[in-house]
């Protein structure tokens, strides 16, 4: 993060939580001209439940008056329209089609480093600042991201989307401490965010995903099917409410095997189940790609994380361009889930990503009704 911050003025954003109160009152402390912004998403009909703590108006009552404490101005930036195009929408779109969305790396991506930034540049803002768990590092041949200090915080999973334009606009106060540190700082500071629990669920939301998209989305019951035989092993209500790995819930007539959901075919209806082996991946292919250095730069071997609790592995770069790459594991990983965001490392620095897509195609199926499966070749 930059040293001083004399002479420059940031937008933070504020969500009401602890973080981004810290992030307020160190910019301030540390010269910059603040001005606290918090986007507002949550529709205006009575029903906000659906919006957990981060993004509900009592989140943003809390923000304002951190705002008052810190000694800094407080703007409610109107984003529903964007929320929902850019993150509600496609976060249905994308379980209907058998895939498994991120919609915080929607979030990231298109509404608070796009629109946040471009807000930034109409205040005369030289930088947009958040509560992430993400180190800036500036080198000399630009400003680079990398994990957070704290690993259990580390949040730059959420952030390969960020443009490679807007990197030098960015800060994280926070990004080089651990959690319990910046709580302490909030007893510090005297803000009353300080022992504010944190927020864990999607924020609009409420109660469990399954239950949301079942009131959103059409439910098409269909079979549930074995991969090695075609055997019709149970029945389902819709591919929607299913992920690649999924073990529990299955609800099988036969129940002598642990069976794993391997493949979701939503034109068909079907989902198909199989063993441990079914589900391994020995590489991926993304879509969407971003990368935060020159694509020319990207190394033939990198670490890439697929899940955000996952463990990042060794992987080969078998194909890169401008939209989209392919990569072989250095050993084969479990249920890797279509819509899920492969994040690109090189050590502690955060490379890229990109959108996985299907590791395999379906041939045409065979007599017997069993679907045939191409690997990616390493």
Same mark, same amino acid.
């Given at each position: 993060m930059t040293a001083t911050g004399t002479g420059k003025k940031?937008?933070?954003a504020m969500s009401g939580g602890v973080d981004s109160s810290v992030s307020a009152a160190l910019l301030k402390e540390q010269g910059y001209s603040v001005i606290g912004a918090m986007m507002r998403f949550w529709p205006d009909e009575k029903r906000v439940d659906t919006f957990d703590s981060c993004c509900s108006p009592d989140a943003a009552y809390e923000a304002r008056r951190v705002a008052d404490q810190v000694g800094v101005?407080?703007?409610?930036? &109107?984003?529903?329209?964007?929320?929902?195009? %850019?993150?509600?929408?496609?976060?249905l779109a994308e379980y209907a089609a058998g895939r498994t969305p991120n919609p915080c790396v929607n979030c990231n991506t298109k509404v608070k480093f796009d629109e946040l930034v471009k807000k930034a540049k109409m205040l005369g803002c030289d930088y947009v600042a958040t509560g992430h768990y993400v180190r800036r590092v500036d080198t000399p041949d630009g400003v680079e991201f990398h994990?957070? *200090? &704290?690993?259990r915080k580390d949040q730059t999973y959420f952030l390969w989307g960020t443009p490679l334009a807007a990197l030098p606009h960015i800060l994280f106060p926070v990004g080089e401490m651990e959690k319990p540190r910046v709580r302490e700082l909030a007893e510090a500071y005297g803000l009353l965010t300080a022992q504010k629990p944190e927020s864990q669920n999607i924020c609009f939301v409420p109660g469990t995903v399954k239950a949301y998209i079942g009131e959103k989305l059409p439910q098409s019951p269909g079979e549930i099917r074995e991969i090695a035989s075609g055997e019709v092993v149970g029945r389902h209500q819709g591919t929607q409410f299913y992920t690649l790995g999924q073990k529990k819930g299955l609800g099988l007539y036969q129940t002598h095997a642990v069976?794993?959901?391997v493949h979701l075919d939503p034109e068909s209806s079907t989902v198909w189940v199989g063993d441990y082996a079914d589900c391994l991946w020995p590489g991926l292919s993304a879509s969407g790609a971003n990368y935060l250095l020159p694509l020319s730069?990207?190394? *033939?071997?990198v670490e890439v994380q697929v899940r955000y609790r996952a463990t990042p592995v060794r992987a080969r770069v078998l194909?890169? &361009?401008? %939209?989209?790459?392919?990569?072989?594991?250095?050993e084969p990983q479990f249920a890797v889930a279509p819509g899920q965001s492969a994040v690109l490392y090189s050590g502690s620095r955060l490379l890229g990503g990109g959108l996985i897509e299907d590791h395999v195609r379906v041939l045409p199926k065979t007599q017997d009704q069993?679907?045939?499966?191409?690997?990616?070749?390493p």
């Amino acid at each position: 993060m930059t040293a001083t911050g004399t002479g420059k003025k940031v937008l933070c954003a504020m969500s009401g939580g602890v973080d981004s109160s810290v992030s307020a009152a160190l910019l301030k402390e540390q010269g910059y001209s603040v001005i606290g912004a918090m986007m507002r998403f949550w529709p205006d009909e009575k029903r906000v439940d659906t919006f957990d703590s981060c993004c509900s108006p009592d989140a943003a009552y809390e923000a304002r008056r951190v705002a008052d404490q810190v000694g800094v101005p407080f703007y409610l930036l &109107d984003y529903r329209e964007q929320f929902q195009r %850019h993150i509600v929408q496609p976060f249905l779109a994308e379980y209907a089609a058998g895939r498994t969305p991120n919609p915080c790396v929607n979030c990231n991506t298109k509404v608070k480093f796009d629109e946040l930034v471009k807000k930034a540049k109409m205040l005369g803002c030289d930088y947009v600042a958040t509560g992430h768990y993400v180190r800036r590092v500036d080198t000399p041949d630009g400003v680079e991201f990398h994990r957070g *200090d &704290d690993p259990r915080k580390d949040q730059t999973y959420f952030l390969w989307g960020t443009p490679l334009a807007a990197l030098p606009h960015i800060l994280f106060p926070v990004g080089e401490m651990e959690k319990p540190r910046v709580r302490e700082l909030a007893e510090a500071y005297g803000l009353l965010t300080a022992q504010k629990p944190e927020s864990q669920n999607i924020c609009f939301v409420p109660g469990t995903v399954k239950a949301y998209i079942g009131e959103k989305l059409p439910q098409s019951p269909g079979e549930i099917r074995e991969i090695a035989s075609g055997e019709v092993v149970g029945r389902h209500q819709g591919t929607q409410f299913y992920t690649l790995g999924q073990k529990k819930g299955l609800g099988l007539y036969q129940t002598h095997a642990v069976r794993h959901v391997v493949h979701l075919d939503p034109e068909s209806s079907t989902v198909w189940v199989g063993d441990y082996a079914d589900c391994l991946w020995p590489g991926l292919s993304a879509s969407g790609a971003n990368y935060l250095l020159p694509l020319s730069e990207l190394p *033939d071997e990198v670490e890439v994380q697929v899940r955000y609790r996952a463990t990042p592995v060794r992987a080969r770069v078998l194909y890169a &361009d401008e %939209h989209s790459f392919s990569l072989a594991f250095e050993e084969p990983q479990f249920a890797v889930a279509p819509g899920q965001s492969a994040v690109l490392y090189s050590g502690s620095r955060l490379l890229g990503g990109g959108l996985i897509e299907d590791h395999v195609r379906v041939l045409p199926k065979t007599q017997d009704q069993r679907p045939q499966f191409l690997a990616l070749a390493p």
